[in-house]
């Protein structure tokens, strides 16, 4: 820290009756009043430095006795008018990065120019400034701190001190660490690197590291923090992953009580509102309209590249807005980028707190369905192969070689399979995520579905996770009606589960009827199909025996016999058998019809809307279609066992 002394006088200021005069031989004639405070001074001492008293006290007559001047508006206060005062009398006066923007602005309020007299305060506070307060890291930042006192705040700005600074710490970042006199912070956790790590390799890299700015930066105010961020970057040399590092420590020194809730838990609209108030209603207003503030400029400085914040850090900023009520077009910026980096996310950034006074819902799923869109419409799967038009360029271009078109094929291959990884792990996410909303009795089905559907089908290679959430919606809602659990379950494919999950579900209760004979269906065929070509059925474990004998299923038949017309099944659930056929046998071996199973639509659908009605039809479609490559199956199957 820099500091500068002027005069070499002793202090001889005293307070006598709460007024501040001067030890001297000659009586005061000029008293000077600043806001609450008086002083008994001299004319000739400051009169000969200040313009602006100059003028005051040539507008009033001499009528002999001590003149008064006021000066309500000094900037700075009474301490720092003292400081000028000082000066004027020749008296040591210390100066540093802490009062230097107060001295310079009273010395402007009071006109002590070069024109007064050579060598004035002003000229010597410049040239201290612009010599020494900002070649310093630290004293930069602390003169900027000061800029932002009220009392000071406009001379500052018309004075040109909160630019100065503002872009001497800006051209210090974007300089070598090397050339910089670092913070006394950032040199005391170097000093410990190198004390823990007992060598000077470490001290050496640790000088030159990228990131040793952001910290410091950190004790600014938003606004003063907002304009030096914008010059660092409009530098155009710092990376993007360190203005976004930055940007988190940031809103972590600043927004602590918000971005660490990570717990995943979310909390009733009074307890959000608790954390973010106190016993005054004004002053939790105005704590919430500062943090709303300070994160909508935050989302602002957001780089514009992808990846240079963490997904799990914009997921927290994503739960400041919902909690703070900030604007819609940060929630739709932070929203868009969050979708395209999805699949970083984990379960427990995804759970949103719901503040919404509309609706009851204990996290914001429709939130996480347009993060969700937008990480599905983003780009377009590359070709398989090589473009048309792009091959008879080639053939025309004889300077391309065919290298050149093989090596652009496999890059494009390469990124296709990465965006497919992306989807796979979005996939598993959004089914983990089904499973935690899916305990909020006040989550509609409607809204756990269309989330559920907003994944393609190539994504989940299996339904083990989807089932496990279908299962938990199923127990937190029991006043679901038949049609609704058909509806829900609609979107599960039995093909898809593991033999652990068909084991539970061939069990579970809580599911239609239909759907557990489906699993049982799909478990055999998976066991004969598992037999290979030598005829052999797969072992079945011993409960799915018992289970399919239930269900009047032979599991020791190497084909699934026609599913019987008698098993005891509600009407609602019954598999309809009409139009079953049997094809004509041919050898002993093949007598066991092909079983061909159509689901008859329940009477209790038809209360639905057409719109249901058009999803029900597609979804049922959807299961139809195994069942008939299964009958294809299984007559090829007979018809190999039929020449064996």
């Not at 000969?48 to 100059?54: E, G, I």
């Not at 003292?82 to 000066?87: I, R, S, T, V």
């Not at 406009?154 to 503002?166: G, K, M």
């Not at 963490?310 to 932070?334: G, P, T, V």
């Amino acid at each position: 820290m820099k500091f500068m002394k002027l005069g070499s006088r002793p202090d001889t200021f005293y307070t006598a009756d709460s007024v501040r005069a001067v030890t001297c031989e000659v009586s005061s004639d000029l008293i000077i009043q600043v806001k609450e405070s008086r002083y008994l001074l001299h004319k000739f001492p400051l009169l000969s430095k200040c313009l602006r008293l100059q003028r005051l006290c040539s507008e009033s007559p001499d009528s002999g006795q001590p003149q008064i001047v006021q000066l309500p508006d000094f900037p700075g206060g009474a301490e720092t008018f003292e400081l000028c005062a000082k000066f004027c009398y020749g008296m040591t006066i210390t100066l540093s990065a802490y009062n230097i923007v107060a001295a310079r602005c009273a010395a402007e309020y009071l006109q002590m120019t070069e024109d007064v007299e050579k060598g004035n305060l002003i000229y010597k506070l410049e040239v201290f400034l612009n010599s020494c307060i900002l070649h310093g890291w630290k004293d930069s930042i602390v003169t900027l701190q000061t800029t932002k006192s009220m009392a000071l705040c406009l001379w500052s700005e018309d004075l040109a001190i909160t630019s100065r600074c503002i872009e001497a710490i800006a051209s210090k970042v974007l300089s070598h660490p090397s050339k910089v006199s670092l913070s006394h912070s950032h040199s005391r956790r170097l000093r410990d690197d190198v004390s823990s790590c007992n060598g000077t390799e470490s001290m050496r890299h640790k000088s030159t590291s990228k990131g040793w700015w952001a910290e410091d930066l950190a004790e600014l105010t938003i606004d003063l923090y907002w304009r030096a961020m914008i010059a660092i970057k409009s530098g155009g040399k710092t990376p993007s992953n360190l203005i976004g590092d930055a940007l988190k420590i940031y809103a972590s020194r600043w927004l602590p009580s918000i971005t660490t809730k990570s717990n995943g838990h979310a909390k009733n609209k009074k307890e959000e509102s608790q954390e973010l108030s106190d016993s005054d209603s004004d002053s939790a207003s105005e704590i919430v309209s500062k943090h709303r503030l300070l994160l909508e400029s935050i989302v602002s400085l957001l780089p514009a590249e992808r990846g240079a914040v963490s997904c799990s850090f914009l997921l927290k900023l994503l739960k400041a807005c919902n909690i703070l009520n900030a604007s819609c077009s940060s929630k739709s910026e932070l929203a868009r980028r969050v979708g395209l980096q999805l699949e970083e996310a984990t379960v427990n950034d995804l759970l949103i707190p719901s503040l919404s006074h509309t609706n009851d819902m204990a996290y914001d799923v429709d939130l996480v369905m347009a993060i969700l869109e937008q990480f599905m419409s983003q780009g377009q799967s590359p070709p398989t192969s090589p473009p048309r038009m792009r091959m008879i360029a080639c053939e025309r271009r004889r300077s391309r070689s065919a290298e050149n078109i093989d090596f652009e094929f496999q890059e494009s291959r390469r990124s296709s399979s990465a965006s497919h990884g992306s989807k796979l792990k979005v996939a598993k996410l959004v089914d983990r995520y089904l499973q935690e909303v899916a305990r909020d009795v006040n989550l509609p089905l409607s809204k756990f579905i269309a989330l559920a559907e907003a994944i393609p089908d190539f994504a989940r290679h299996d339904h083990d996770d989807l089932y496990r959430a279908i299962d938990t919606y199923l127990k937190a809602h029991p006043e679901l009606n038949k049609s609704e659990r058909k509806r829900l379950c609609r979107i599960l494919d039995c093909k898809k589960l593991s033999m652990e999950a068909c084991m539970h579900a061939a069990q579970n209760e809580l599911l239609p009827l239909r759907v557990v004979v489906q699993v049982l269906f799909f478990e055999q065929a998976r066991a004969a199909a598992s037999g290979g070509g030598n005829g052999k059925v797969a072992d079945i474990p011993s409960n799915i025996k018992a289970l399919l004998k239930a269900h009047g299923i032979d599991p020791s038949s190497k084909h699934p016999p026609p599913l019987s017309t008698t098993t005891s099944i509600h009407g609602d659930d019954n598999w309809s058998v009409n139009g079953l056929k049997t094809p004509k046998p041919t050898t002993t071996a093949t007598r066991n019809p092909t079983l061909r199973m159509k689901l008859a639509e329940d009477k209790d659908m038809d209360n639905i809307t057409n719109d249901e009605n058009g999803r029900a039809a597609s979804r049922s479609k959807g299961i139809n279609q195994p069942k008939r490559m299964l009958s294809k199956f299984w007559s090829t199957n007979k018809g190999v066992t039929g020449k064996n």
